[in-house]
């Protein structure tokens, strides 16, 4: 009994040096580069829960910590740093930015993560990685950059929009194109009239990433338009330091290294004597005319860009101004085009309010080449001449009938000359896309965000097409030529607002990420077209308006655990006006898993291997871009001026019903997918496989 009276007596001294051997750890943590402290670094003690952030300064506390024990500074972007507690004097941490691909961010809609906890088919280009050159069109420096993404130009007019495919298309008749979001608002795929491309309004020199997001377990969360793939567009943003100036300037020569081989004048002329009749033989004529010839050019282009940047750790800005003109290689083809752009960045109350305020702008000049001008200067005869001033059409030569001079209507092609040149066709098109964005940390929760983006993007176009002097402008009675005039107007607008919430908790090496929200967004298209100006007798004019609305519910929960298994859930609830009250609604579940094989025990020790990772995904979109606006409901067309009915001598416009069909409801694609991602050499050999199959 004394000995145990004893140890008591010894256990009750010693307790106090048991309270002491736990200690209160604090210190900053600098970037290695800038030497600037680096707020929101992950500061935890390995092994356990116990953890802390650090504040704007860079700043922490952790209390509760034994000698022995080792801390863990994490951040996205920089390489992980583990330092070992030998006492109680501060520990400063200086973190170097990460040279691994596997720390690289990427943009999943809504939200972030890295390539190594990434458990999407998602793939990244970096302003780095994107083709150098007089680039006019944004989607252009994808050519040849990500695996299963096709970009095939739609032809060789300055500024042409490309046709982009992610895996194919995944519909028969509804729209193949991925959804394209800039800075956070989707745009319309619909191109506008007068534009050759919708993604024009994007100086590339702006553009700082692309991120595509392929399978469904990566576009699930844009549910009704996101069968086809999504594409997130980030531009520059304003960096921490002194005011930057930059300016770029480059010229562009472009040819046609090759040309359709159609015979020459000598050629044809020895083909018809040879094979032709009489008939044939007298209709050629004594030219050598080569119509390829006439109707390309050396291209030519200038490009301008300058900006400015810089800031502070509470504010940073970037403006920029861009200037391209392009002729293109058809003659009368052009494009001139400004565009205006300026990111601003802040932060307050202790970087707990982040507030991104993107807005571009773009002023575009386009001139149409006739196209069909290529065509016919294959097929034109080559011993005919370029100009004749006998004829009545502006001393080009046309193919006439014999007798009357009248022009020939069927079988004979048109002066591919005189299709460029007698044609005016040009239009201006502007556009603005701006969006202010909220993210708020919650003082008395800093693991919950929250998340207000509001944005709108408008655009506008005026155009005409004139034609005079034209055999194509050739009344019936083959003398009469008042020419051809046609103009039109468009405006689009495209409202949007997104909020969510966002819950992200750290569990030592597991890690929960929940997010869920709403999203609204309207769409106006209105216009109104006049032709044949030039005869008031059949002069028509139409217009139309309408407008598109969806809204939408979705949420996505990310669980890592043991910074080995990875897991996520998807799903989103959407609602398009396009379809009847009982079809309105869809729903878009998708799941994934990933098991980052690197890091189990039996690869510790192999030092060659750097990723390994496993990835399983299955996920259902949607299409909703099915026809017209109001493919579900009764809508009735006017009639033209050249289709009323007769009532004695009035002639009354009738209205008729078009095609609806109340059943329509959203395309559906279930997709199954399973990806390989590895890496040698610190990643320095590095790459990914994936194999998918989709059910429509």
Same mark, same amino acid.
């Given at each position: 009994?004394?000995?145990?009276?004893?140890?008591?007596?010894?256990?009750?001294?010693?307790?106090?040096?048991?309270?002491?051997?736990?200690?209160?750890?604090?210190?900053?943590?600098?970037?290695?580069?800038?030497?600037?402290?680096?707020?929101?670094?992950?500061?935890?003690?390995?092994?356990?829960?116990?953890?802390?952030?650090?504040?704007?300064?860079?700043?922490?506390?952790?209390?509760?910590?034994?000698?022995?024990?080792?801390?863990?500074?994490?951040?996205?972007?920089?390489?992980?740093?583990?330092?070992?507690?030998?006492?109680?004097?501060?520990?400063?941490?200086?973190?170097?930015?990460?040279?691994? +691909?596997?720390?690289?961010?990427?943009?999943?809609?809504?939200?972030?993560?890295?390539?190594?906890?990434?458990?999407?088919?998602?793939?990244?280009?970096?302003?780095?990685?994107?083709?150098?050159?007089?680039?006019?069109?944004?989607?252009?420096?994808?050519?040849?950059?990500?695996?299963?993404?096709?970009?095939?130009?739609?032809?060789?007019?300055?500024?042409?929009?490309?046709?982009?495919?992610?895996?194919?298309?995944?519909?028969?008749?509804?729209?193949?194109?991925?959804?394209?979001?800039? #800075?956070?608002?989707?745009?319309?795929?619909?191109?506008?009239?007068?534009?050759?491309?919708?993604?024009?309004?994007?100086?590339?020199?702006?553009?700082?990433?692309?991120?595509?997001?392929?399978?469904?377990?990566?576009?699930?969360?844009?549910?009704?338009?996101?069968?086809?793939?999504?594409?997130? @567009?980030?531009?520059?943003?304003?960096?921490?330091?002194?005011?930057?100036?930059?300016?770029?300037?480059?010229?562009?020569?472009?040819?046609?290294?090759?040309?359709?081989?159609?015979? +020459?004048?000598?050629?044809?002329?020895?083909?018809?004597?040879?094979?032709?009749?009489?008939?044939?033989?007298?209709?050629?004529?004594?030219?050598?005319?080569?119509?390829?010839?006439?109707?390309?050019?050396?291209?030519?282009?200038?490009?301008?860009?300058?900006?400015?940047?810089?800031?502070?750790?509470?504010?940073?800005?970037?403006?920029?101004?861009?200037?391209?003109?392009?002729?293109?290689?058809?003659?009368?083809?052009?494009?001139?085009?400004?565009?205006?752009?300026?990111?601003?960045?802040?932060?307050?109350?202790?970087?707990?309010?982040?507030? #991104?305020?993107?807005?571009?702008?773009?002023?575009?000049?386009?001139?149409?080449?006739?196209?069909?001008?290529?065509?016919?200067?294959?097929?034109?005869?080559?011993?005919?001449?370029?100009?004749?001033?006998?004829?009545?059409?502006?001393?080009?030569?046309?193919?006439?009938?014999?007798?009357?001079?009248?022009?020939?209507?069927?079988?004979?092609?048109?002066?591919?000359?005189?299709?460029?040149?007698?044609?005016?066709?040009? &239009?201006?098109?502007?556009?603005?896309?701006?969006?202010?964005?909220?993210?708020?940390?919650?003082?008395?929760?800093?693991?919950?965000?929250?998340?207000?983006?509001?944005? @709108?993007?408008?655009?506008?176009?005026?155009?005409?097409?004139? @034609?005079?002097?034209?055999?194509?402008?050739?009344?019936?009675?083959?003398?009469?030529?008042?020419?051809?005039?046609?103009?039109?107007?468009?405006?689009?607008?495209?409202?949007?607002?997104?909020?969510?919430?966002?819950?992200?908790?750290?569990?030592?090496?597991?890690?929960?990420?929940?997010?869920?929200?709403?999203?609204?967004?309207?769409?106006?298209?209105?216009?109104?077209?006049?032709?044949?100006?030039?005869?008031?007798?059949?002069?028509?004019?139409?217009?139309?308006?309408?407008?598109?609305?969806?809204?939408?519910?979705?949420?996505?929960?990310?669980?890592?655990?043991?910074?080995?298994?990875?897991?996520?859930?998807?799903?989103?609830?959407?609602?398009?006006?396009?379809?009847?009250?009982?079809?309105?609604?869809?729903?878009?579940?998708?799941?994934?898993?990933?098991?980052?094989?690197?890091?189990?025990?039996?690869?510790?020790?192999?030092?060659?291997?750097?990723?390994?990772?496993?990835?399983?995904?299955?996920?259902?979109?949607?299409?909703? #871009?099915?026809? &017209?606006?109001?493919?579900?409901?009764?809508?009735?067309?006017?009639?033209?001026?050249?289709?009323?009915?007769?009532?004695?001598?009035?002639?009354?416009?009738?209205?008729?019903?078009?095609?609806?069909?109340?059943?329509?409801?959203?395309?559906?694609?279930?997709?199954?997918?399973?990806?390989?991602?590895?890496?040698?050499?610190?990643?320095?050999?590095?790459?990914?496989?994936?194999?998918?199959?989709?059910?429509?």
């Amino acid at each position: 009994m004394r000995n145990f009276k004893h140890f008591c007596c010894i256990m009750t001294l010693l307790i106090p040096l048991f309270g002491f051997s736990q200690i209160t750890i604090k210190g900053t943590v600098t970037d290695k580069t800038t030497n600037m402290p680096l707020p929101g670094v992950n500061v935890f003690i390995k092994g356990t829960t116990t953890g802390t952030v650090t504040d704007f300064d860079g700043i922490y506390q952790l209390a509760n910590v034994n000698t022995g024990d080792v801390l863990v500074f994490s951040f996205i972007g920089y390489v992980t740093e583990e330092i070992t507690v030998t006492g109680s004097e501060d520990i400063n941490v200086v973190l170097d930015e990460s040279a691994q +691909s596997l720390e690289e961010v990427v943009l999943i809609g809504y939200g972030s993560t890295t390539v190594k906890d990434a458990t999407g088919s998602v793939s990244s280009v970096k302003a780095e990685d994107i083709n150098k050159g007089a680039i006019a069109s944004p989607e252009q420096l994808l050519v040849g950059k990500v695996a299963g993404v096709q970009v095939t130009t739609g032809g060789g007019a300055p500024g042409t929009g490309s046709t982009i495919r992610i895996r194919g298309g995944a519909s028969l008749n509804a729209n193949n194109d991925p959804l394209i979001v800039i #800075d956070g608002v989707p745009i319309d795929k619909n191109n506008l009239a007068g534009s050759r491309n919708p993604l024009n309004l994007v100086n590339p020199n702006d553009i700082e990433s692309y991120n595509i997001l392929k399978d469904a377990s990566a576009t699930a969360i844009y549910g009704s338009r996101a069968s086809n793939g999504v594409i997130i @567009i980030t531009t520059k943003k304003g960096k921490q330091g002194d005011l930057k100036v930059n300016y770029t300037a480059n010229v562009s020569i472009q040819e046609n290294i090759r040309m359709v081989d159609a015979l +020459s004048a000598d050629e044809f002329r020895a083909y018809v004597n040879a094979n032709g009749t009489a008939t044939d033989i007298a209709l050629m004529g004594n030219s050598k005319t080569n119509w390829q010839e006439l109707i390309f050019r050396t291209g030519t282009g200038t490009d301008h860009n300058i900006s400015l940047s810089g800031g502070s750790d509470r504010f940073n800005v970037r403006g920029s101004m861009g200037y391209t003109n392009v002729n293109g290689t058809l003659k009368t083809s052009k494009l001139e085009r400004a565009t205006y752009a300026i990111n601003i960045g802040s932060k307050f109350f202790d970087n707990h309010l982040k507030v #991104d305020v993107n807005t571009k702008a773009s002023l575009i000049a386009n001139r149409f080449a006739d196209q069909g001008a290529i065509g016919n200067a294959i097929a034109f005869d080559p011993t005919q001449p370029v100009y004749d001033n006998n004829l009545p059409f502006g001393g080009y030569f046309e193919w006439t009938e014999p007798n009357t001079n009248n022009p020939i209507s069927v079988g004979a092609p048109f002066n591919p000359l005189a299709l460029l040149e007698q044609r005016r066709n040009i &239009s201006s098109v502007s556009r603005i896309l701006g969006n202010v964005q909220f993210d708020y940390k919650f003082h008395f929760l800093p693991e919950l965000n929250a998340n207000l983006n509001i944005g @709108i993007d408008k655009s506008s176009s005026k155009g005409s097409n004139k @034609i005079f002097n034209s055999v194509t402008t050739v009344l019936k009675d083959g003398i009469t030529n008042l020419g051809s005039i046609a103009t039109y107007t468009q405006q689009k607008e495209n409202k949007l607002l997104d909020f969510y919430l966002q819950y992200v908790k750290e569990f030592g090496n597991s890690k929960l990420d929940i997010m869920g929200g709403y999203s609204y967004q309207n769409f106006v298209d209105k216009s109104d077209n006049i032709t044949d100006i030039q005869n008031p007798d059949i002069t028509e004019k139409k217009d139309y308006y309408k407008e598109l609305n969806l809204q939408s519910f979705f949420g996505r929960l990310n669980f890592s655990l043991s910074d080995k298994y990875l897991f996520t859930f998807t799903y989103r609830r959407d609602g398009s006006s396009r379809f009847s009250k009982e079809n309105r609604w869809g729903n878009f579940p998708a799941a994934a898993i990933a098991w980052k094989i690197y890091e189990e025990p039996f690869f510790e020790n192999a030092e060659v291997l750097s990723n390994l990772k496993l990835r399983l995904g299955w996920g259902i979109t949607g299409q909703q #871009d099915i026809g &017209s606006f109001y493919p579900a409901i009764q809508t009735y067309l006017l009639s033209t001026n050249t289709a009323q009915y007769q009532f004695g001598n009035n002639f009354i416009g009738t209205y008729r019903a078009q095609p609806y069909n109340t059943t329509l409801k959203w395309e559906e694609t279930t997709t199954y997918n399973a990806g390989l991602d590895f890496g040698f050499f610190e990643n320095k050999l590095s790459g990914s496989i994936d194999g998918f199959t989709e059910k429509l």
